[in-house]
């Protein structure tokens, strides 16, 4: 049985505020959780709302994500992944999705840090990790074993990110297309998962055809006792 759990963000631009809103659906039962803070870092007011950001905070300066043990986690952003980026790797991302933090991933970043317990001794898989915010995050926060992946050509950068802040710990990039159930337990097997526990989508979905691709990798992780965390 999957469980299913939406994670909605909203922005304000009046207020530094945002809201979650927390969904689950298990058969016939419901359950429902909202949080609702202030930003979360006073020092980086706009931190989390990167629409807002300028020029170099937005692509340029490393974004720096203060976990609750106010340790960081320090994640590099490239203005285009063509040519060379932050790395100096010549990559292309398709539509340089991977190249920065998006608003979601933050959000979904702030959840777990608050709600470590969601990851803790749990296997992780996220899906269209990109920069690896949200991945890291997990891994720090205690899971027993993180796969984060996304296309080939974001991998470089994902490999980064977790040299830069999961060293010691049980985390891995690999190369995951959406679209084919079977490839999702392929890759779990090379880093000796046999089930995932919990599957992390922070922004994901932002054409139609797109939805199915994702629906099948889903279901390619689904067992009893799966949990997806899905923030848009």
């Known amino acids: 049985r999957l469980w ?4 909605i963000f909203l922005r304000s631009v009046e207020r530094d505020v945002f809201t979650l809103s927390l969904h689950i659906t298990v058969g016939e039962h419901d359950a429902h959780i909202g949080v609702v803070g ?7 007011p706009d931190l989390w709302r990167r629409c807002n950001s300028d020029w170099n905070h937005r692509f340029k300066k490393p974004l ?9 986690v320090t994640i590099s952003q490239s203005p285009c992944s063509k040519g060379s980026d932050v790395h100096r790797l010549r990559t292309v991302d398709p539509g340089d999705t991977g190249v920065t933090v998006w608003d979601a991933g933050i959000a979904l970043a702030h959840f777990i840090s608050i709600h470590p317990e969601i990851v803790k001794n749990r296997s992780v898989l996220e899906l269209g990790a ?6 890291c995050v997990a891994a720090r926060n205690g899971a027993s074993c993180t796969v984060l992946t996304d296309l080939e050509a974001v991998i470089p950068r994902l490999g980064v990110a977790l040299a830069n802040n999961c060293l010691g ?3 891995h990039a690999a190369i995951l297309k959406w679209g084919d159930e079977k490839s999702v337990c392929e890759t779990l ?3 000796n998962v046999a089930a995932v526990d919990l599957v992390l989508c922070a ?9 199915a691709r994702l629906a099948a990798t889903l279901r390619g992780a689904r067992h009893r006792e799966c949990v997806v965390l899905v923030c848009q």
């Open 38 to 44: 202030s930003r979360y870092d006073d020092e980086n």
């Open 169 to 171: 710990l049980n985390a």
């Open 130 to 135: 990109g920069a690896g915010l949200v991945g």
């Open 64 to 72: 720096i994500f203060r976990l609750g043990d106010q340790s960081r």
């Open 4 to 7: 299913l759990a939406a994670i």
């Open 189 to 191: 097997k090379r880093f």
């Open 203 to 211: 922004d994901l979905v932002y054409r139609r055809e797109m939805a």
